[in-house]
Structure formats: structure tokens, C-alpha cells
């Protein structure tokens, strides 16, 4: 679990985030979306320490990460994963060596070791027989699973991901989302993800932090976005009339589930007290 309690950045006079609060849980899909300027990059670089936040606190399992000298840090950030949004790979280097090297930088064992684990990986995003090839000679979607088999080679506890359906088609798309979808239950990681991609937001969307001018202004799952009265928030994910005339239909649909009109009851209620 990753929490941030009320934390601050600046740039000079122009404040980014102001007194940001939220939790990413562990064995979800955590989403931070919002309109370019939002703060939503500001704050995952934050978050992993790209950035050193104005004040507040960014705790690891309950470890003030903000506090930590350098050494913590480094063994914090050994436990993370980071998906690129332009996948990031060593054009030099073979789909097994782009994804061999977080172990040859951090990684024990033999060499032996390594390359199991690397087969491991790229056999789980399906990508065993592409493993001699180089970058120029695969997909933009192929890429991006070199880059999970990358990010997730080290067994992280944490897996970061920006913008990771940037470039791809709806079909891969898809793909793309299923997989770390699948990996962040299937390993118990705490799953966040930087995006603009509203499918994304409506099938992954276990919890979602929308941001707004540099403050959280909504927070919930994919399932409470449907029935959201926060107007900014159905503004910015039901922007077109298809977007608009598809959330109904999704409205009609989640209210013949029983379980669902008890849940949602509570969301409006939580609504009025806001």
C-alpha cells in the first residue's frame, strides 16, 4: 500500500499539488487521471521519487518514504516497477537483454538464474520466441510487453506505469490493460497507472484518483464513476455524446445487479455528505 497524506509541490510561485491525500491499495489498479496541468504526472514522480515533494509525507507500508536518507530510498526503490510511456528499450540490446538488466544492475544469482527468470517473464506476456530480436525488429504493442516483462522481472511490490496505452490501437489496447490487470492480482502489486485512456478508466479502474487544478477531486472505483454527480468528473471521462449515451446504457445495466443497488445507495449518500 502506498499512501500520501497532504502532500505539496511547487515550481517557483505556480503551485502543482495542493494538499494531496490518497491511497493506492495493494492488489488493484490504482489510476491517476485528469486534463493535461492537472498535477497527475507531478504527482507520480512524486511518488517515486523523481521529485521531492514541498511538505506532506508518501509512505511505502507504512514508511515515510519523504523521510528516508539515501540508502532507504535506494532499497525502496529496488521493490518498484516502472512501465515507460514510450516503453524506454536500449535499441542496442535484444528483447532478453533489455529485460536482463534490471537483474544485472540489482539482481543476485548466477547467470543462469537470470536468464530463467528472463524466460520466465517473457513467457508470461507471450513474448518467448521474440527474445533474440531487437526493438526495431517488434511492435509498438510488443514493445510495451517487453517493457512489463522488464518491469516485473525483479518481483516488484510496487509496479508504476505512464501512460502504458500511449500509441497503441484499441485492440492492443486492451491487451496491454488485461495483462497488467493480471499481473497486479496474480502478484498482489500495487498497481498505479497515469493515463488518459478511458477504456482503461472503465475496465481496469479498481480505484481512481481524478485530479483537478492540482487537488484530488474525486476518488473511487470504476463503478462508482457511472453514477458520479461530480460534474467536472462526468466533464472530462463523458466528454462526447458516444461517451455520454454508453455510460447510460452502462447505468441500466449495473442496476439490474441487486448487490449493486445496495452499494450504490451508499455512494449517493456519501455524495450528499460531501
Known amino acids: 500500500m502506498i499512501e500520501l497524506r497532504d502532500i505539496t509541490k511547487s515550481f517557483g510561485d505556480k503551485e502543482i499539488l495542493k494538499g494531496v491525500s490518497a491511497v493506492m491499495e495493494s492488489g488493484k489498479v490504482n489510476l491517476i487521471i485528469g486534463s493535461s496541468g492537472s498535477g497527475k504526472t507531478v504527482m507520480m514522480k512524486c511518488i517515486v521519487g523523481l521529485m521531492e515533494v514541498g511538505s506532506g509525507k508518501i509512505l511505502y507500508d507504512k514508511q515515510d518514504f519523504t523521510a528516508m536518507d539515501h540508502h532507504a530510498k535506494k532499497i525502496v526503490r529496488q521493490k518498484i516497477g516502472m512501465l515507460f510511456q514510450g516503453s ?3 535499441d542496442s540490446m535484444t528483447v532478453e537483454q ?3 538488466f534490471p537483474l544485472e544492475m540489482f539482481g543476485d544469482g548466477t547467470l543462469r538464474d537470470k536468464k530463467k527468470r528472463v524466460a520466465e517473464c517473457l513467457e508470461r506476456v507471450q513474448l ?3 527474445a533474440k530480436k531487437f526493438p526495431a525488429e517488434i511492435s509498438g504493442g510488443m514493445k510495451k510487453r517487453v517493457g512489463i516483462a522488464r518491469a516485473i522481472v525483479l518481483n516488484p ?3 508504476f506505469c505512464d501512460e502504458p496505452n500511449s500509441g497503441l490501437d484499441p485492440q492492443t489496447s486492451l491487451l496491454i490493460d488485461k495483462l497488467i490487470k493480471e499481473l497486479t492480482v496474480e502478484y ?3 498497481t498505479v497507472i497515469n493515463t488518459h485512456d478511458m ?3 472503465m475496465e481496469s479502474g479498481d480505484h ?3 485530479m483537478y487544478q492540482g487537488q484530488k477531486q474525486w476518488e473511487g472505483s470504476n463503478k462508482d ?3 458520479s454527480k461530480d460534474q467536472k468528473l462526468n466533464d472530462f471521462i463523458f466528454a462526447s455524446e458516444f461517451l455520454r449515451e454508453a455510460k447510460e446504457m452502462r447505468q441500466l445495466d449495473m442496476f439490474k445487479d441487486n448487490a449493486w443497488k445496495e452499494q450504490l445507495q451508499a455512494q449517493l449518500k456519501r455524495d450528499e455528505k460531501k
Do not use: E, H, Q
Request: proline share 0%.
Open 199 to 201: 477504456n482503461t478508466v
Open 128 to 130: 518467448k520466441d521474440a
Open 88 to 90: 524506454a528499450l536500449f
Open 188 to 190: 498482489d502489486i500495487t
Open 98 to 100: 533489455n529485460v536482463m
Open 208 to 210: 481512481i484518483v481524478y
Open 225 to 227: 464513476i457511472v453514477f
Open 157 to 159: 511490490k510496487y509496479l
